[in-house]
């Protein structure tokens, strides 16, 4: 039975980032963990679980890809700068995890409050991301980025500035008793999920008249609910299962980037990019239509996709040799200083 505002269950359970810094001096140690490799004489802990960080750097990366290109989409801009966040925080886990950063180094505190407070802000993000369809305030204008900029900088701040004063013990706070981080750690991002995924069935239900989002959505809410269960009731188990090649981080991580992957999908499901306004990556081909601006044709006429009869009938008061391949400019000098010349546009109107 995990206990509020205690990590000793839940880190004997899992291997989590900030496990060696709660719980007394020397942090609190899993039960069972993943065995480690040494490569090029470096202990890396943790090696299928950062894999899977690597594949979750390059999936986001794609995912960034392919949302920066529908370039008509609603709330492109503000769902970008959600997995922005979700990819630096694969980037610290992958080193964290790894050991790569060890922890008993003097700067892993610090990272691991960085980490805390991008895992708070992101799921404050993705909560934001979930009112943009209601339009309250228009997608992509300054004041519906910066509200979002400022807000996600707010919480990363009150997150790290907790973590950090419980891993140091000051201003009041203790790694005895972690409650100010075991509520924006576990509490904050279940309270987020629930609050965008009610938001989404809303707005599919209620605004759109394809109910096919929902899936989308059903299934990334049963991996992220796959994810909390086996990390935190079955790590152990598998641990011992599969003699410590894998542990439940393993699991855990790869389940995220499954709910993460489903965040896209929805979001690529209910917008639709407007063809007319979009901009492609191939140069666009113009055609001359203006007989004025086309040069001559091999048979004297001004363009190869109209017939004299037609420039004839288009412009009823311009000379023959207009149409004989004259250019604009001697069309001009030809009748003085009149402009427009007598017998053309002026004469129609």
């Known amino acids: 039975m995990v206990a509020f505002g205690s990590f000793d269950d839940i880190c004997g359970a899992a291997a989590l980032v900030i496990c060696p810094l709660v719980g007394s001096a020397q942090g609190t140690e899993p039960t069972c963990y993943s065995r480690n490799v040494e490569v090029a004489g470096n202990l890396i802990f943790q090696p299928a679980t950062c894999f899977i960080h690597i594949v979750a750097i390059l999936m986001t990366a794609i995912m960034i890809y392919h949302i920066r290109v529908k370039y008509t989409a609603v709330g492109r801009k503000e769902i970008v700068t959600f997995f ?11 080193f964290l995890d790894s050991g790569i950063i060890p922890t008993a180094s003097p700067v892993y505190p610090w990272f691991a409050a960085i980490y805390t407070g991008l895992i708070s802000a992101t799921y404050w993000c993705l909560l934001v991301n979930g009112f943009v369809g209601f339009q309250f305030a228009e ?27 419980t891993f140091l013990e000051f201003a009041g706070f203790s790694y005895f008793t972690p409650v100010g981080l075991w509520v924006v750690y576990l509490i904050w991002p279940a309270i ?12 599919v239900i209620r605004t759109l008249e394809d109910r096919w989002p929902v899936g989308d959505i059903l299934f990334g809410t049963a991996f992220f609910a796959v994810a909390q269960v086996v990390l935190f009731a079955f790590s152990i188990q598998i641990c011992d299962a599969v003699s410590h090649y894998i542990d439940g981080v393993f699991i855990f991580t790869l389940c995220m980037l499954l709910s993460v992957m489903m965040v896209y999908k929805y979001w690529d499901s209910i917008t639709k990019e407007d063809l007319e306004f979009s901009v492609g990556n191939k140069a666009a081909v113009w055609e001359v239509k203006d007989p004025l601006l086309a040069g001559s044709s091999p048979s004297g006429g001004v363009g190869l996709d109209y017939p004299e009869e037609d420039l004839q009938s288009n412009y009823r008061g311009a000379p023959a040799s207009l149409v004989g391949g004259v250019s604009g400019q001697q069309y001009y000098q030809g009748y003085g200083s009149h402009y427009p010349p007598q017998g053309g546009y002026a004469d129609r109107y």
Do not use: H, K, N
Request: glycine letters at 4%; charged letters at 5%.
């Open 139 to 165: 997608d992509g204008t300054p004041l519906s980025l910066w509200s979002l900029r400022i807000s996600c900088f707010v919480v990363f701040g009150v997150s790290f500035f907790i973590a950090i004063a």
């Open 192 to 203: 987020c999920v629930v609050v965008y995924i009610v938001a989404q069935l809303v707005l």
């Open 84 to 94: 922005y966040m979700y990819i630096l925080i694969e980037f610290l886990a992958m």
